[in-house]
């Protein structure tokens, strides 16, 4: 039996909430910073430009006459029942993950993201699944030059080590990462610099960018490292307002403008709360709680990332601009009005 595209939609909305990438990670701290394109900073929207969107290939169709891919989508207040007036309820959702362009043809993303390369043959990487317009709809119809597969995993490790001692689990998080080649050198967008040189500290300010929920492009920012890093921790700790899908987002020192790591999980447990009305609501922790999501330093590929001049262009500026941004006060609305 031939299925329609409407009946596929459906399917798909079922199989990706309960994808693995998507089922945590969901968590807000203190107030929802998270916001669309268009109303981010403009003089950080280049970071936003060179994320993708992970989806699965049998999930969008290619229309040869437009020259675009459809976007296999449902509805996020439907897909998890949010009650009305919930933050981008009428949204469309459905990429499974996030990632970053780091080199002309490379992809970095999280490890459980893309575990084989059967995953990383099934997987497209999608630029531009976005809200680009106030009051506009996200682009679900992307050019077909905005799209790329896989061609290698270039590199990925996923270490999670689970013990049990006295009917007590505990699991040591390692490294969580992936590289992937792409199938061509990418068009339009540039690679995003990373931090080679390490460092990043309890208190530094940071932002995010990527697809929560599968949702379009959120940046998230009035956030901080909240964990202390150690030299031989694999990972650091946020209060970034980060959901599942943003598995595999860039997260970006705030006062450098380079990538500090790769987002791989956030906070266990209950991560939407049941009312009386029986509709979901966000779950949010009082500023300060919880034990943060956490990020894999961008340490472990550093080496495989081929230097940009974007790195030393960001660092020169995040120089100049420091006094000016203050970031201890920063939210989305004091930046947008920052002169450069």
Known sequence: MKLTNTIKIALLAISTLTTPSLAGNKMIYGEDDRADYYAMPENLKWAADSTVALWKRNSMWLDQKAGAYNLGTYTFGEGYNLCTG????????????????????????????????????????????????????????????????????????????????????????????????????????????????GGVKKGTPLFVTGHPTGLPLKFAGNARVIKDVDGASAYFGTNLDTFGGNSGSPVFNAETLLIEGIHVRGEGGQHFIPTFEGCNTYLVRPPGTGSGGHVTKVDFLAEEIPPTAGEAAAQAYAGASLEKLRWREFTPEKILSLDF
């Open 86 to 197: 919930e933050k981008f309820r009428e949204q469309p959702a459905g990429a499974f993950c996030s990632g970053a362009l780091v080199g002309e043809d490379l992809v970095m993303t999280a490890g459980h993201c893309i575990v084989t390369q059967g995953d990383c043959n099934s997987a497209a990487f999608v630029f531009g699944y976005a809200v680009h317009e106030s009051g506009g709809k996200a682009r679900t119809e992307i050019p077909a030059g905005e799209v790329y597969t896989c061609s290698e995993i270039v590199k990925r490790q996923l270490v999670n080590v689970t013990t049990a001692e006295d009917n007590m689990e505990s699991t040591v998080y390692g490294p969580d990462y992936a590289l992937i080649r792409l199938d061509r050198k990418v068009k339009g967008h540039k690679p995003l610099p990373v931090n080679r040189g």
